[in-house]
């Protein structure tokens, strides 16, 4: 399985302000995706981050609130902008195992609390 | 109905006993499914794929029932190190995607 690391671990933000966070994995993959899990609450997709393309969003997300950017096989963000309270949540990346059998591997995750 | 459904617990249950759990999934086409554990404060881990034919690793097993649509989770033995939250996850083929049932709370009691 792939290692990910996220960074930053958690943030504490004010309204209005945005953050980025990264993801890195140890190994080229094809698709990377973004995830939130509000609390209490299951993981829920954000967008599946393809290099050298487009991230395509899930219903209720959209690129304004939430730019991914995908430079290379490795590596990607997710800004969240002009946050508000409201997007107080785990952000995951996560990464499908090379084998395309679905199975995915995700990073420790970025705790964003707004203030 | 909605895509994936799990009885949200807790399930307290005393250590050594044996505990399952069922997850239920409306789309009749999906062709993966998949239980995760996450333990508080901290990122899912695929604990094992769910074969037709069923899968056990160790002290867990799990089984797909295709005709009522749910899938199972056996802990046999159960262990402290047990409790987390148990994530079921069932592949969408309308449109390649995975999804996460909102998990069962376990807690194993000394």
């Known amino acids: 399985s792939a290692v990910i690391s996220q960074k930053p671990s958690r943030d504490i933000c004010q309204r209005g302000t945005s953050l980025t966070i990264q993801c890195q994995v140890d190994?080229?993959?094809?698709?990377m995706f973004w995830y939130r899990q509000q609390p209490g609450q299951s993981l829920t997709l954000i967008a599946t981050?393809?290099?050298?393309?487009?991230?395509?969003?899930e219903s209720g997300f959209v690129i304004d609130k939430f730019p991914i950017s995908r430079p290379n096989l490795t590596f990607s963000t997710l800004t969240v902008s002009n946050m508000s309270p409201e997007d107080s949540s785990i952000y995951l990346c996560?990464?499908?195992?090379?084998?395309?059998?679905?199975?995915?591997?995700f990073g420790p995750g970025t705790r964003l609390t707004v203030t | 109905r909605k895509e994936v459904e799990q009885d949200p617990g807790p399930f307290n249950v005393p250590e050594g006993a044996t505990v399952a759990f069922n997850c239920t999934y409306s789309?009749?086409?999906?062709?993966?499914f998949f239980w995760y554990r996450q333990d508080c404060r901290k990122e899912p881990k695929l604990l094992m794929s769910v074969y037709s034919s069923g899968n056990e690793d160790g002290r867990f097993t799990a089984q797909l029932n295709r005709a009522s649509q749910y899938i199972s989770l056996l802990i046999r033995d159960s262990k402290l190190s047990d409790s987390a939250t148990y994530l079921c996850v069932v592949n969408s083929n309308r449109d390649d995607k995975i999804i996460f049932g909102k998990g069962t709370r376990l807690h194993i009691l000394p």
């Open positions: 190994s080229q993959v094809t698709m």
């Open positions: 789309n009749s086409a999906s062709q993966s």
């Open positions: 981050a393809n290099q050298g393309s487009e991230a395509t969003y």
């Open positions: 996560s990464v499908e195992d090379t084998r395309g059998n679905y199975e995915q591997y």
